[in-house]
């Protein structure tokens, strides 16, 4: 397992597209994307699935190992990471002559940082939370593809847009393998509306979508679309893999 022992921050993994990539990752949707046409070639030509961009993993992925729907606890402590809840839906496919059919056995990371912009078991330079492992895990994807989690919205990692980080792996085991890692952002309006509700920490000057670097290089192809439900959020994201 991986573990931050030094000081890192987001601002030194801006620009920074990390990883080759064995698969591709593409979204099944019914409309022309507007993705840049050499991405949008290694879709097949018939299919209704386009390429979605990966983007970098950043500093803080760790691989945890922890299998659970609900992350928004801490293991340490039972503690509950407050927030606006969220209800993450992930919807993973595989091309196979030229169709999206669901993708059982497929691992699905997802890690983020909570209300006040904090991440679990990293050190940073304005905390240490090593040890803690809040707003963390996996779950693998169902007969029909499916992989599902209860969080909350994201708070505000200084220089960064509003994000979730997201790791899919094709593979049956935790060994290095075939994975495709990326990000999920958010409406801007939205987000303002969120942040300014308790906890969240409210930052005169936070990172639009547009003024991030990252989001820049496929970030709206990654915006969730957010339905409302009875408490918070419920966001549905369809991918799918393709094998090289």
């Known amino acids: 397992m991986r573990r931050i022992t030094a000081i890192q921050t987001r601002r030194q993994v801006l620009g920074f597209l990390g990883g080759t990539t064995v698969i591709s990752l593409i979204g099944c949707l019914q409309r022309k994307s507007a993705a840049d046409s050499s991405i949008q070639a290694l879709a097949p030509k018939s299919s209704t699935c386009l390429v979605k961009p990966e983007q970098t993993e950043g500093p803080y992925f760790i691989n945890e190992r922890l299998n659970r729907a609900d992350i928004r606890s801490d293991p340490l402590d ?124 409210k930052e005169e000057q936070r990172t639009l979508n547009r003024e991030d670097g990252i989001f820049q290089r496929g970030g709206e192809q990654l915006t969730l679309q957010l339905t409302q439900a009875a408490e918070g959020y419920v966001g549905r994201f369809n991918i799918a893999l393709e094998q090289s």
Do not use: M
Not at 127 to 143: A, E, P, S
């Open 78 to 201: 039972g503690s509950i990471r407050q927030g606006v809840p969220l209800r993450l839906v992930f919807q993973v496919s595989q091309i196979r002559d030229k169709s999206c059919l669901p993708l059982s056995g497929a691992i699905v990371d997802v890690w983020h940082c909570d209300a006040e912009g904090i991440y679990s078991d990293v050190i940073d330079r304005s905390f240490n939370t090593v040890g803690k492992k809040f707003l963390r895990g996996y779950q693998v994807t169902d007969g029909n593809g499916t992989a599902e989690f209860i969080t909350i919205y994201p708070g505000q990692y200084p220089g960064r847009a509003i994000h979730i980080h997201f790791k899919i792996r094709a593979i049956s085991a935790f060994q290095q393998g075939q994975e495709f890692t990326s990000q999920l952002y958010f409406d801007d309006v939205l987000s303002d509306r969120v942040h300014a509700q308790a906890p969240y920490r």
